[in-house]
């Protein structure tokens, strides 16, 4: 029985690969033609090179592999990108860049959140809570209809009395056409009348917020706007006085050597009458001045010494100039006619050389406090003052300006000497000094006044 079991066959001894003199020039296998294998082929049975299509050395040609049960070796001829054996690996090919290298910054932490960790909230301390700041950045700017809106009983009341100021001026322009006087002094109530309006107009906005308190856009509040008209209607009155000057200097020079071609008849009130343009001139003005406070900051701003002793009434240029002129207008039908056209004539050349002054004067006031300047009186004896002072050794530097009308500042630098209480009280002094030459002091009714002072020891610590 044994003996007629099959004799199992020893392992094949594996072939060493023929020369490549044999692969050239020999003769294949069972009749099969040799392959010059010069590629390494791909095959699933057996260990081989993942990709196909690799080359080793020179090698380029297919390479025989044994191919099934019925022959040994068989011809496998695979064109390259035409197999569908999977590879077992996963080999790619990369191309080396020829630009430098960039090193990355993956892992790295960003500086920002360093504060997130867990050590540094031990190294890396919030800020301290700031405060918030005192001045808003803006404050709103009320409209047209939140000014009449917010307007009281007197307010309206005042609003129109203003604009029967302004139509007694028109009044006054319009029937001014027979003489010279009062054709000057309806330009007078016109500039007059400009100003009543406003003074409301400003009594209104005081009803807002914006119009006193400091913000970041408007520093001083919307005050000096106020400043701006008046500098406005100092600019018109310039102009008024120009054109009477011209109008007057062509009424002389038209009967000088040939006829004039338009004759301009000066009629007036008959003797003893009483010029009712003139008297409703008269009403309106004081009513505007004693109610409506009209020029009332302009005239505390700008003082002339020659009727500073005036009245509050009369010390006020404005005024003064408006009222007098109205004076002799009621006093001009008592005179022959005679006297009343020449007294026209100088009356008329004389209000428009004051209101030339009065403007120019006037334009210079207002102009400084536009340009943060001041130009009022008792500065130099401020100056004075403080450089007498037993514990200022020098005045380095002082500045006094204007912002509007009710506030002043004065920001002085002094080289000083003595002990930190005495400096304390030498500040005091300078203040009190500066508010009561300056601003007429408290309860004068003078406009305010912010000082700064810097000390300066002769050590030169600032203080």
Not at 90 to 113: C, D, E, W, Y
Not at 194 to 209: R, W
Not at 266 to 287: N, Q
Not at 368 to 397: C, H, W
Request: aromatic residues 6%.
């Amino acid at each position: 029985m044994a003996s007629l079991m099959p004799v199992p066959a020893p392992p094949r001894t594996p072939t060493p690969p023929p020369d490549e003199s044999t692969l050239q020039g020999g003769l294949g296998l069972d009749g099969i033609p040799h392959a010059t294998a010069t590629e390494i082929l791909y095959d699933p049975n057996s260990l081989s090179p993942a990709d196909p299509n690799a080359h080793f050395g020179s090698m380029s040609a297919n390479m025989v592999s044994p191919a099934g049960a019925n022959s040994v070796y068989s011809p496998m001829s695979l064109e390259s990108g035409n197999s569908d054996i999977s590879s077992p690996f996963n080999f790619q090919t990369t191309t080396l860049a020829k630009s430098p290298v960039v090193k990355s910054n993956i892992g790295q932490r960003r500086g920002h959140k360093y504060k997130h960790s867990s050590v540094s909230h031990q190294i890396f301390l919030e800020p301290p809570p700031r405060a918030p700041l005192s001045l808003p950045n803006s404050l709103p700017i009320p409209t047209f209809a939140e000014c009449c809106a917010s307007m009281s009983k007197d307010q309206k009341t005042r609003f129109w009395w203003s604009l029967c100021h302004i139509s007694i001026a028109g009044y006054a322009m319009w029937s001014a056409s027979g003489s010279s006087a009062m054709e000057a002094l309806s330009h007078l109530l016109i500039y007059d009348s400009l100003g009543a309006l406003i003074c409301v107009v400003v009594d209104v906005l005081s009803n807002f917020e914006v119009w006193k308190r400091s913000s970041i856009r408007h520093p001083f509040g919307l005050e000096r706007m106020e400043v701006l008209c008046g500098f406005g209607l100092s600019i018109f009155l310039v102009f008024t006085g120009f054109d009477l000057i011209s109008h007057n200097a062509k009424h002389a020079l038209e009967g000088i050597g040939h006829t004039p071609h338009h004759l301009h008849k000066h009629e007036r009130a008959s003797a003893g009458s009483v010029d009712v343009t003139a008297v409703l001139a008269l009403m309106s003005t004081l009513i505007s001045a004693v109610g409506l406070g009209n020029h009332a900051r302009i005239g505390k701003a700008m003082r002339f010494a020659a009727i500073e002793s005036l009245p509050p009434l009369l010390s006020n240029p404005s005024h003064f100039l408006t009222l007098s002129c109205l004076a002799i207008l009621l006093l001009l039908p008592l005179l022959s006619l005679n006297a009343y056209t020449w007294i026209d004539k100088a009356l008329s050349a004389t209000m428009a050389v004051c209101m030339c002054a009065l403007g120019v004067r006037l334009a210079k006031t207002l102009g400084s406090m536009l340009l943060m300047s001041y130009s009022g009186p008792g500065v130099q004896d401020v100056i004075r003052a403080i450089e007498t002072d037993f514990a200022v050794t020098k005045v380095e530097d002082a500045k006094f300006w204007q912002v509007h009308y009710g506030l002043g500042m004065a920001n002085l630098k002094l080289r000083v000497r003595g002990t930190e209480d005495s400096l304390l009280k030498l500040r005091e002094r300078l203040t009190s000094l500066i508010r009561n030459q300056l601003g007429g002091g408290y309860g004068g009714g003078g406009q305010k006044w912010e000082v700064s002072v810097q000390l300066i020891t002769d050590d030169l610590r600032a203080r």
